[in-house]
């Protein structure tokens, strides 16, 4: 993998050689990119030049990562379509009910059905319980609902969860002031 960048950057500053002498210039320093060394004894320059680490790396990890899953995945998919092949379609017997993953052609397919993917009673099953949770949800909700309005319409609680008192001095008020409501009449005054 290494030596593929090696080989790039050999090429690309091979490239880059072909007669192009312009001078980059790059805060005050000037980059060369076209100077060739030569094996003279006279004086020695080395371009200077932005660093590629960052690209080589990439470019390194890209084949690594590539041939990393390639070379596996190559070889999985040439075994099972050489010696495996497809499913052959046959008649079933009458006393055996063939598995969820055999109605599949490719033997991938039948591999990522059988031990990946639930199978499609499970998945069914699965939906139901979804379904069968949702409905006792709504009950509960409606029943929640129901708690709510009767106690709206009997004006005994604030709701179910406040407590500002005792519920026994609360029912003696409202007793109290119900029968003076009922010995003294709606016209009372004072």
């Known amino acids: 993998m290494v030596s593929w960048s090696a080989l790039g950057r050999s090429l690309g500053v091979n490239l880059i050689k072909t007669n192009t002498k312009i001078p980059l210039v790059g805060q005050n320093v000037k980059f060369s990119v076209g100077k060739s060394l030569f094996g003279d004894h006279g004086h020695k320059t080395m371009a200077m030049q932005p660093s590629r680490w960052q690209w080589h790396k990439f470019k390194d990890m890209l084949h690594l990562y590539f041939m990393v899953g390639l070379i596996p995945v190559g070889a999985i998919i040439f075994y099972s379509n050489v010696f495996i092949g497809p499913a052959q379609l046959t ?3 009458s006393d055996y009910t063939p598995k969820h993953w055999e109605y599949h052609r490719h033997p991938i397919t039948r591999f ?7 199978s499609p009673q499970q998945e069914y099953e699965k939906f139901l ?4 949770e949702e409905a006792q949800k709504m009950k509960l909700r ?5 708690v709510v309005s009767k106690m709206a319409e009997r004006h005994d609680y604030q709701a179910y969860y406040y407590r500002p008192m005792i519920n026994k001095y609360l029912r003696v008020n409202k007793q109290t002031g119900d029968e003076m409501l009922n010995r003294l009449g709606d016209d009372y005054e004072e």
């Open 142 to 146: 409606q029943l929640e609902k129901d």
């Open 112 to 118: 990522i059905a059988r031990y990946i993917h639930n």
């Open 129 to 132: 319980h979804f379904i069968d």
């Open 91 to 93: 008649p079933i017997p």
